[in-house]
């Protein structure tokens, strides 16, 4: 365990993409865009705003085209998007987003039910979407669905995981995203596995996404940070889960991510009050109470003033 905590954590927000998809309420397209621009405003340089899957498949999130096209983008910051093949790339590229997510599982079952195909089809398809990229300035980042544990297989092999990592590489994918999917990982098997990874990948191009589901989110971030990884993917208000993964809840919560972050001197760079007043809205806008905690609770620097009758004592 290191207790070094000066390199800055890089945390990606997917509450407009990851977070949304599982809503049953339609957020209306100009909430999305709006959303996404307060959180450019919050001091976020990569944010996942939206997909480009069909409307059939999520259809909370059919709206891409005109979310990518409506929001206020600030320099500096990378807006991301989740395609599931080259029509969902072709989509993305036209309205201009910076970075292409990829996502195979490392569990056959889950690709199955979550791509509708093997692994092996999944990695044939992303070969198109390598070439295709290649033409525009976008870059590319391969998720693995499932690294830490399936619903369906249960313990997912490391092997397993780096071969996948290899195969992205060999076709031209840079950027590599290891995902607990359901919220199975626990710091053991993170810090053991993340290092395995690093061996292979950049700090540079390694994210983490984390699930809450067993609540050891944050226990596992903390793992992966002192095994040397620096980017993690977290979902305002912790929305989210996955609609083909049974029990998958929701994402970290970003704000209680951010809160961890200070309380033990790791720099993020976000804007922790922002990012509270953000969190605190959204019940109204999606019509239900959110797992975080640290807007509920409020920072430790948030006191409280004593009661009257000590001044009586």
Known sequence: MITDYSDALIVQEVSPRDGLQIEPTWVETADKIALIDQLSLAGFS????????????????????????GIARKPGVIYVALIPNLKGAQRAVESRADELNLVMSAS????????RMRCEASLAAFSDIVSFAGDHPVRLNGSIATTFGCPFEGKIDGDRVLQIVEAYQELGIQGISLADTTGMANPRQVERLVKRVLARVSAS???????????????????????????????????GGCPFAPGASGNICTEDLVNLCEEVGIHTGIDLPHLLQMSRRLPALLGHELPGQVAKAGRNCDLHPPPAYIATL
Not at 108 to 115: G, P, R
Not at 205 to 212: E, G, M, S, V
Not at 222 to 239: C, S, V
């Open 46 to 69: 990569r944010i996942e705003a939206g997909s480009f899957v069909s409307p059939k498949a999520i259809p909370a999130l059919r709206d891409g085209e005109p979310v990518f096209q």
């Open 108 to 115: 056959q079952t889950h690709n199955l039910a979550n791509m």
């Open 205 to 239: 191009d390694l994210t983490l996404h984390f699930h809450n589901t067993r609540g050891l989110g944050l226990c596992n971030v903390l793992a992966a940070y002192e095994a040397g990884a620096r980017r993690f993917d977290a979902a305002l208000g912790g929305l």
